[in-house]
């Protein structure tokens, strides 16, 4: 039986913590995570730092294929998840209606929060947006970098950062925070999330194997719960 490193980002932890003991009942296999904001886990891979799978943006994984790093057989398409706005539980809920509407709840916050831009897809848009909004300046000193994983969560959680806006999938059951909804379509941020067999793996059976047990219809609703819409 093999032990699988996975290197995975934040979006998918909660689905993949919910089926994991199920997988390694069936097959014997036990799985080792590392969750990480994707600048982290490039690198760690850039330094040599060996994995079985790669879960990531398919972006990054058409990259990592194209280099080498990444195996094209028995990639797959996990799902697909937006950027959603977060608020403390009881909190007033911040009209995200339009583009000009979330611009306002941003101004009108006394600190919003969200991953640092370059470390994560969604702290890169959001970087992108406010300046996108025209707002850069006038939310100095009142944006926090803090990914969800990290932190941001509880941020929100507290009351430090009045909104948060992250990956649905991170912030979707986090006791005390309530969703109050994704960003317009016309700002909105979808990563479609994707899982590879890393070429330098040294369970490539077993590693296929976790991305298809992942994939089966019969788990689907994992991902739905986990605020993955179908790919």
């Known amino acids: 039986m093999a032990t699988i490193k996975v290197f995975s980002g934040g979006a998918p932890k909660e689905v993949f913590l919910r089926l994991s003991p199920a997988f390694e009942q069936q097959t014997g296999h036990k799985l080792d995570f590392t969750f990480a904001v994707m600048s982290v886990l490039r690198d760690r891979l850039a330094a040599g730092e060996r994995t079985d799978v790669l879960v990531m943006p398919t972006n990054i994984l058409d990259d990592y294929e194209k280099?080498?790093?990444?195996?094209?057989?028995?990639?797959?398409?996990?799902?697909?998840?937006s950027v959603n706005a977060v608020v403390r539980t009881g909190a007033p809920m911040p009209d995200l209606s339009s583009p000009d509407s979330v611009k306002q709840a941003m101004l009108n916050s006394r600190a919003i929060a969200h991953a640092t831009p370059g470390a994560t897809p969604s702290g890169t848009h959001m970087g992108k947006l406010l300046d996108q909004l025209g707002i850069v300046e006038a939310?100095?000193?009142?944006?926090?970098?803090?990914?969800?994983?990290?932190?941001g969560v509880q941020l929100v959680a507290s009351g430090e950062a009045d909104i948060g806006f992250y990956p649905k999938s991170e912030v979707i059951n986090?006791?005390?925070?309530?969703?109050?909804?994704?960003?317009?379509?016309?700002?909105?941020?979808?990563?479609?999330?994707?899982?590879?067999?890393a070429s330098a793996s040294a369970a490539p059976d077993a590693s296929a194997a976790f991305i298809g047990f992942v994939t089966d219809p019969?788990?689907?609703?994992?991902?739905?719960?986990?605020?993955?819409d179908q790919p």
């Open 139 to 151: 939310m100095k000193g009142k944006v926090i970098h803090r990914p969800a994983l990290e932190g």
């Open 67 to 81: 280099s080498g790093v990444a195996r094209g057989a028995h990639r797959a398409v996990l799902g697909l998840v």
């Open 174 to 197: 986090i006791e005390g925070l309530t969703l109050a909804g994704p960003l317009p379509a016309a700002i909105q941020l979808t990563t479609i999330y994707g899982a590879a067999v």
């Open 218 to 228: 019969e788990n689907r609703g994992a991902w739905a719960q986990a605020g993955f």
